[in-house]
């Protein structure tokens, strides 16, 4: 049975055409988007690593060696059986740093950008042959089905096939972020083809050529020599060797690594695919000694591993026999696909960038997309004239172990990452090139027929069928012990034992709490323009901030320092880790530090360590529940307290301290003092930088209420705390003041209400009587001097009993006792109604009275004893201005202060009285006009009030005329005006 070339070829595009479907319908958005994040779809998706295997490589080496095939599915099921001790660790450093291929890994952790490119030429020399295992399936399986057909001229039509769609499916954009989520569902779906194709010819067979299970037993029976025993003693060294490479390849091939790791959607779903992948190969690893023994039985003639084809030819079905051919198809294509699209990715970060970094490229998503589309052709073409060359040459058996065997040198590399901190570059990199020569020089160039060293230099011992595995094992152990002897007698970079605390397991490395160059994320755009260009400067700076869920612009230095984190991150992903992190290091750096060194990031062990809460145990958890328990204690002191670093920058702010200042700890832990409002700025950066330790009974006015605070400091510093800084407390003395207030003035009250009952009891009553006397002189006579004479008594009678009430109401003022409850004064209504009140007067004399105070301004008072305040200062200015002269009232914020000015146009105050005007019984106007007690009274009462009063005089220097008596008062400001983050400040 045979086909047209035309039509096989029509039907590999058509089946390639639905792949591509599949995937752009998914990045679409369509409802097959929704099955992408499904566990099934992701193990379907690991289906990958069987590759052409699965449906001939299998099937040759069952018939060559038994049930030795299960090896290559044995081992890497074991792998991720142990995915929690070894494959959740590179998940877990690969999602947090970015890390989209093994040579991103090697670069991280080892800190060499020659680690990268050394993994990356090893991958790309092992993966030939594997990719030339596909192509030599491919067209060797199209041979049989269009035997005119010359197999040249398929390989080359397959290949050209497999780069547009590769290219088509993985660089239709670079993708900076996210997955191919199209790309998953596509191989998920080669994946089930595969298996679908395999369960049914072996049913076909169970039951078409043997007759069930019963029809089997029998032939088995029977076949006294049969040509496949299906047996295998299990010291079979090969065996061994295949187990091994299997079990490195779910970390060391590069389509498995980007499906196992940069394509995973959740840890989750990595769980399921633990078990889900195995039992995914035991589905497809039961038709091959069905598919080997149904070709025995109907005596097939085509080579061994192409017994899935002859089977199909031999039962006379031609949609069997298509169905297979797309199976063998569907194989080779998806792990060509996938194994190109990830060593392109590897080449481009580790080989090409390190070379070129597209500095001068308008658009470097767009440059990076047409390198990256280039490399895929350039690996395939390579890979072509790999086949053409050597691979023809060759089964599929041994070029599959020479690909593995090649891969196989990068697992004590990963497992280093993993297990061995003390590991270091130099170790790896010796390791590998000793590894990677013996693998050279004893399996590629005898394979090749290129050059046999092993003959040439007379040892007993020579490369061929039989001994692959010794030389395997040879290659393998030469390396380990050479990166375990380098590594030890080597020392390691600070920067290596950093990246190897951060990939060990459980490790928790404790960064620098260091100041960086930049201010602000805007200085971020401007530094990354120069490499990356401003527009993809811009977007990188954003999609970081937009991931750490940062405002737009940001100031504060820990927050700072978490975002280049994550632009590291987010480049390491785009460009690889080495370039982003000489990028980063270049482009964002630290100042210098002071002193010798710089404090650790406690902010950030604070954050893993809550990332960890779960998972500590024993001791390790013991300790951080102590640590839990002091960070609650301080965060619940009903002192507020904060600490401060040696540079300023906030560490710790307690629950007090955002009750009392009205900020909350994720506005300023992390930011500098200088961010916060001014009047806690300047409070206590001055008392964090002075000599004091104590600071008593400083007024601070908050929300238009003055505050009264004790401010308590104490260093930390010392053998177990070197990064120093200091600890603040700040007591809220506020209650025991308005007590202490309260006190003095019931004791001045005291003395000040005996001496007025004793004056109105010894000067009262005889002024009464004084009067009483000269009313009834008035009665008795008609005189006119003794009548006037008797007026006047009467008026210095009234003018003493005046005095008497200002220094009653004097004795009164003060009272702190009413500061509790106090309310919002409206600063214009007080004026209008002092004004109003002294409108009623004769003495106005054709004055014109001025408010311009704000509608809005207001303090926190006594409205009626702010009004008396007016009164006298109005009166005073009044009886100072000349006939028809105008006194102006004006009133502003100043800060959290409210200013009120009253001018007037007078003659001014001499310079020599302005210190005595406020003191009882001193007075500037004229004989019997005044007691001297007015503007005691308003200073009195300002006090009461927590404000100030001043004179300014002359209020107009260019005249020499006018007085200006300003006021200051706590402005009221209500309580829910929290007023702006600190970030917004700064």
């Given at each position: 049975m045979s086909f047209s070339a035309p039509g096989l070829l029509l039907a590999s595009l058509l089946y390639l055409i639905l792949l591509f479907g599949i995937a752009w319908a998914t990045e679409r958005g369509t409802l097959l988007r929704q099955w992408v994040r499904h566990p099934l779809v992701y193990t379907l998706s690991l289906g990958v690593y069987a590759g052409i295997w699965a449906v001939y490589g299998a099937v040759g080496m069952a018939a060559d060696s038994g049930f030795g095939f299960l090896a290559y599915y044995l081992g890497i099921s074991g792998a991720f059986l142990l995915a929690p001790v070894l494959?959740?660790?590179?998940?877990?450093?690969?999602?947090?740093?970015?890390?989209?291929?093994?040579?991103?890994?090697?670069?991280?952790?080892?800190?060499?950008?020659?680690?990268?490119?050394?993994?990356?030429?090893?991958?790309?020399?092992?993966?030939?042959?594997?990719?030339?295992?596909?192509?030599?399936?491919?067209?060797?399986?199209?041979?049989?089905?269009?035997?005119?057909?010359?197999?040249?001229?398929?390989?080359?039509?397959?290949?050209?096939?497999?780069?547009?769609?590769?290219?088509?499916?993985?660089?239709?954009?670079?993708?900076?972020?996210?997955?191919?989520?199209?790309?998953?569902?596509?191989?998920?779906?080669?994946?089930?083809?595969?298996?679908?194709?395999?369960?049914?010819?072996?049913?076909?067979?169970?039951?078409?050529?043997?007759?069930?299970?019963?029809?089997?037993?029998?032939?088995?029976?029977?076949?006294?020599?049969?040509?496949?025993?299906?047996?295998?003693?299990?010291?079979?060294?090969?065996?061994?060797?295949?187990?091994?490479?299997?079990?490195?390849?779910?970390?060391?091939?590069?389509?498995?690594?980007?499906?196992?790791?940069?394509?995973?959607?959740?840890?989750?779903?990595?769980?399921?695919?633990?078990?889900?992948?195995?039992?995914?190969?035991?589905?497809?690893?039961?038709?091959?000694?069905?598919?080997?023994?149904?070709?025995?039985?109907?005596?097939?003639?085509?080579?061994?591993?192409?017994?899935?084809?002859?089977?199909?030819?031999?039962?006379?079905?031609?949609?069997?026999?298509?169905?297979?051919?797309?199976?063998?198809?569907?194989?080779?294509?998806?792990?060509?696909?996938?194994?190109?699209?990830?060593?392109?990715?590897?080449?481009?970060?580790?080989?090409?960038?390190?070379?070129?970094?597209?500095?001068?490229?308008?658009?470097?998503?767009?440059?990076?997309?047409?390198?990256?589309?280039?490399?895929?052709?350039?690996?395939?073409?390579?890979?072509?004239?790999?086949?053409?060359?050597?691979?023809?040459?060759?089964?599929?058996?041994?070029?599959?172990?020479?690909?593995?065997?090649?891969?196989?040198?990068?697992?004590?590399g990963v497992l280093g990452v993993i297990y061995w901190p003390e590991g270091n570059r130099r170790g790896l990199i010796a390791g590998l090139l000793t590894g990677l020569t013996i693998w050279l020089f004893t399996l590629v160039l005898p394979f090749s027929y290129t050059l046999d060293l092993l003959s040439f230099i007379g040892l007993p011992i020579t490369t061929g069928y039989d001994n692959w595995h010794l030389l395997t094992f040879f290659s393998l152990t030469a390396n380990i012990s050479i990166f375990a002897l380098v590594s030890i007698l080597s020392p390691a970079s600070p920067e290596e034992t950093s990246a190897a605390q951060a990939c060990s397991v459980g490790a928790l490395s404790r960064p620098q709490r260091r100041e960086l160059l930049a201010a602000s994320s805007n200085d971020f755009i401007q530094q990354l323009a120069e490499p990356l260009g401003i527009n993809v400067s811009r977007r990188e700076v954003n999609r970081a901030l937009t991931q750490l869920k940062l405002p737009n612009t940001e100031f504060r230095p820990y927050q700072l320092r978490r975002l280049r984190d994550q632009i590291e991150v987010n480049l390491s992903g785009l460009l690889g880790p080495s370039v982003a992190r000489d990028m980063v290091k270049r482009h964002l750096g630290f100042k210098p530090m002071n002193h010798g060194g710089t404090g650790q990031d406690i902010r950030y062990v604070e954050r893993a360590l809550g990332d960890y809460q779960n998972q500590l145990t024993g001791l390790a958890g013991e300790l951080d529940n102590l640590r839990r328990h002091y960070r609650q204690t301080l965060q619940n002191l009903p002192i507020p307290a904060c600490s401060v670093g040696e540079d300023g920058e906030i560490l710790m702010w307690n629950h007090a301290m955002e009750a009392l200042t009205g900020i909350s700890a994720d506005e300023v832990v992390g930011a500098k003092l200088m961010a916060l409002p001014e009047h806690w700025h300047l409070l206590l950066d001055d008392f964090n930088l002075g000599n004091d330790l104590h600071r008593y009974k400083h007024r601070l006015d908050l929300r238009g209420k003055p505050h009264w605070l004790n401010l308590h400091k104490a260093a930390l510093n010392g053998p177990d705390h070197a990064e120093g800084g200091s600890i603040i407390l700040v007591e809220d003395q506020t209650e025991t003041r308005l007590l202490e207030d309260e006190l003095m003035h019931s004791e001045r009250l005291a003395s000040v209400g005996r001496l007025a009952a004793g004056v109105a009891h010894e000067i009262g009553n005889p002024v009464t009587g004084i009067s009483s006397l000269a009313q009834n002189l008035k009665l008795e006579t008609d005189n006119p001097e003794i009548l006037e004479t008797a007026d006047q008594i009467q008026q210095q009678t009234r003018r003493i009993s005046t005095i008497l009430q200002s220094l009653m109401n004097f004795s009164r003022t003060g009272n702190h006792a009413q500061a509790n409850r106090y309310e919002p004064v409206s600063i214009h209504r007080c004026v209008e109604e002092s004004i109003n009140l002294l409108s009623l007067s004769e003495k106005n004399m054709g004055i014109q009275y001025l408010n311009e105070c704000p509608q809005d301004l207001q303090i926190l008072g006594d409205e009626q004893r702010l009004v008396q305040v007016f009164v006298n200062l109005l009166a005073n200015a009044r009886d100072a201005s000349p006939d028809g002269g105008t006194i102006r009232v004006s009133g502003k914020l100043d800060g959290y202060s409210a200013i009120i000015e009253v001018i007037d146009e007078g003659s001014g105050i001499p310079a020599e009285q302005q210190d005595h005007i406020f003191e009882p019984f001193y007075t500037t106007k004229a004989p019997n006009k005044g007691t001297g007690l007015g503007l005691s009274l308003v200073y009195s009462i300002v006090e009461e009030h927590y404000g100030n009063i001043q004179v300014e005089s002359p209020a107009n220097k260019q005249s020499g005329n006018g007085t200006c008596m300003r006021l200051r008062l706590p402005a009221y400001e209500p309580d829910t005006d929290a007023g702006s983050s600190p970030n917004e400040r700064s």
């Open positions: 494959l959740n660790p590179i998940l877990r450093i690969g999602r947090a740093y970015q890390l989209t291929s093994l040579a991103d890994l090697f670069a991280y952790r080892y800190r060499s950008q020659w680690a990268g490119t050394l993994v990356t030429l090893c991958s790309a020399a092992a993966i030939l042959a594997l990719l030339s295992m596909q192509i030599q399936a491919v067209s060797m399986s199209a041979s049989l089905l269009a035997p005119d057909t010359p197999p040249k001229v398929i390989s080359i039509m397959f290949s050209l096939i497999v780069v547009l769609f590769a290219m088509l499916f993985g660089a239709r954009r670079h993708q900076t972020s996210g997955n191919h989520q199209g790309l998953v569902l596509a191989i998920a779906f080669d994946s089930l083809v595969k298996v679908a194709a395999l369960l049914v010819l072996g049913g076909v067979i169970l039951f078409g050529v043997f007759g069930g299970t019963g029809g089997l037993e029998i032939w088995l029976a029977e076949e006294t020599q049969p040509k496949a025993p299906m047996a295998m003693a299990i010291n079979d060294g090969s065996w061994r060797a295949l187990l091994l490479m299997s079990f490195a390849a779910s970390l060391v091939l590069p389509h498995m690594y980007h499906m196992t790791f940069s394509e995973n959607p959740s840890p989750r779903a990595l769980a399921k695919a633990s078990w889900g992948f195995p039992l995914y190969l035991l589905l497809i690893g039961l038709p091959v000694p069905l598919i080997v023994w149904g070709g025995q039985a109907l005596g097939v003639t085509v080579p061994p591993a192409f017994f899935s084809i002859g089977v199909a030819q031999a039962l006379g079905s031609p949609i069997l026999t298509l169905l297979m051919y797309i199976a063998g198809l569907s194989a080779a294509s998806g792990l060509m696909i996938v194994s190109t699209l990830a060593l392109a990715g590897m080449v481009l970060n580790h080989v090409v960038l390190p070379l070129k970094t597209p500095r001068d490229q308008g658009d470097i998503y767009r440059w990076l997309q047409w390198v990256k589309r280039l490399l895929i052709a350039v690996i395939l073409f390579m890979a072509l004239l790999f086949h053409e060359t050597i691979g023809q040459h060759l089964n599929l058996s041994i070029l599959g172990a020479i690909s593995l065997t090649g891969t196989l040198q990068l697992l004590p």
